[in-house]
């Protein structure tokens, strides 16, 4: 979070870039993060009197955007700091209006394409190939992103990453726009929901040509969560205009969704071939390994030490996505910084890590869990029936089920229930059995990434429906 000026001075006695310093900090506490990472972040106080402040901008598209969503906010605040009615206005960088510098020499269809820059518009400045952390898991996307920002329009295009919640596609796809905006290209990178809304928007106004002429003018066209196109059949039609004149002028193209494009039911079959036109990668859930690494990346980053140990003690027990293992290392940094406030570089021991993990399990749901519906849904999901789940068949498909059962019922969804207790559920195996069973998908969960998808892919199905217990 961006500080905001401590002085005894009065903010009106200040020069103008301390001024809008602490308006920035003040507007952080207001408005979601990408909004102010994106369009204010970038901003400077230029000059300011008894009526007017003047705020810089780095283009045009800037004055526009912020006039447009957010003129009121800003304003409010600004007098409400500086304690008088001001009026508010923007001024572009004077370098903005130059053109915008072209990619590599060979590429011979950006020449003569002189534009302002548009905002890539990412969630974080943090968000860029250097922050990602590479691994089995989703190596392929990372190389594949790379590519395109090497040889745009030409290596893979368009790119198609899909990914559950949580595993890194918007972290790449930021990166992509990030890489591309510092070479100098014009990118456009927005929401699905963004590029719905802009449409509607366009559509009500009668501006739809201005809409599509914004877009044919980027080198890059990046879209998060292209799986929420479905549906929304003018939307489609726009969109697939869109993406046939970038195509075929050999722009960008790269798209992020939650599944595959031939998974997309609800959209139309003439968009669904074209995104599978192009290179499709998936991201799968890291591997031990790959948590710890981030892990450690990101505690190092927020200047916390963790020894190798705690490190895995936490990615064992953290195992869902690269998001839940962000939020388990805030809890521990905050938690580190309360008991040494002011002291940087604090150490987490185990004790802390396993107090905090503690609470985190008290306060999930899953110890409310019936024991019964996990049985349910683990025989759902493998396909077999309730009575070969409890019997004694030792089919490879029935055995695995019955381990990954036990593995849930007495390691992974800590419901505190022994060995025996799970073995009297199971068709009375012995303790030493469910040990055995539920050793085993806990050692083999973290190097076969199929069976770590189907071990969520069960527990997303346990939480996502009433729970008969509670």
């Known amino acids: 979070m961006m500080e905001t000026t401590e002085s005894a001075v009065p903010i009106k006695e200040l020069p103008p870039k301390e001024q ?22 970038p901003t400077e106080g230029l000059r300011s009197d008894d009526r007017n402040f003047v ?40 370098d903005a209006l130059a053109p915008a510098p072209t990619g590599p020499e060979d590429d011979a269809w950006l020449q003569g394409l002189q ?57 790449l796809l930021n990166a992509i726009a990030d890489a591309c905006f510092w070479k100098g290209y014009t990118v ?59 195509h075929g002028s050999r722009r960008q193209i790269v798209l992020t969704s939650d599944r595959p494009p031939k998974s997309l039911g609800l959209l139309e079959d003439r968009l669904r071939s074209r995104f599978e036109g192009g290179l ?27 020894d ?22 805030t809890r521990l940094v905050a938690y580190v910084k309360w008991q040494n406030p002011g002291v940087l570089g604090a150490g987490v021991t185990r004790e802390v890590a396993a107090r905090v993990l503690d609470d985190l399990a008290a306060t999930s749901p899953r110890d409310q869990v019936d024991p019964q519906r996990i049985i349910q849904e683990v025989a759902r999901h493998f396909r077999v029936t309730l009575p070969e789940l409890l019997g004694k068949g030792r089919t490879k498909k029935v055995a695995l089920a019955r381990q990954v059962a036990m593995y849930l019922l007495h390691t992974d969804l800590e419901m505190a229930m022994s060995a025996t207790d799970v073995g009297r559920l199971l068709g009375g195996r012995d303790h030493s059995t469910v040990i055995h069973g539920a050793g ?7 190097e076969d990434s199929r069976l770590r998808q189907d071990v969520l892919t069960i527990k997303e199905a346990i939480f996502s429906v009433p729970n008969p217990a509670t």
Not at 70 to 88: C, D, F, K, S, W
Not at 118 to 132: D, E, G, M, V
Not at 224 to 242: S, W
Not at 308 to 329: F, P, S, T, Y
Request: proline fraction near 5%; include cysteine.
């Open 55 to 94: 705020v810089e901008v780095p283009t045009p598209f800037y004055v526009e955007w912020l006039e447009r969503r957010i003129y009121q906010t800003i304003q409010r605040t600004v007098e409400r700091l500086m304690g008088a009615p001001l009026e508010v206005s923007f001024q572009v960088r004077p």
């Open 188 to 246: 456009i990178y927005l929401t699905c929901e963004q590029f719905t809304n802009e449409f509607i928007g366009a559509i009500r106004n009668g501006t739809t040509e201005d809409f599509r002429d914004r877009y044919r003018q980027a080198h890059a066209l990046l879209i998060d969560d292209v799986q929420f196109l479905g549906g929304k059949d003018q939307t489609q039609e726009a969109f697939f205009h869109i993406f046939n004149e970038l």
């Open 308 to 329: 190798d140990r705690l490190l895995e003690m936490i990615a064992k027990r953290v195992q869902h996505n690269v998001r839940e293992l962000e939020g388990v290392l």
């Open 440 to 446: 085993k998908i806990s050692a083999e969960i973290n």
């Open 115 to 171: 534009v302002a820059p548009i905002p890539h518009a990412p969630q974080s400045t943090r968000y860029n190939f250097k922050t990602f952390v590479v691994g089995p898991s989703n190596s392929l996307a990372y190389n594949a992103s790379r590519a395109v920002v090497d040889s745009m329009g030409m290596a893979y295009n368009p790119l198609f990453i899909y990914s559950g919640v949580g595993l890194g596609k918007t972290h």
């Open 280 to 306: 499709t990668v998936d991201i799968q859930i890291p591997d031990l390994e790959t948590r710890m690494a981030i892990l450690d990346f990101k505690a190092r980053d927020l200047e916390i030490f963790m």
């Open 20 to 41: 809008w310093r602490a308006i920035l900090g003040e507007l952080e506490l207001q408005l979601p993060r990408p909004t102010f990472e994106t369009w204010l972040k």
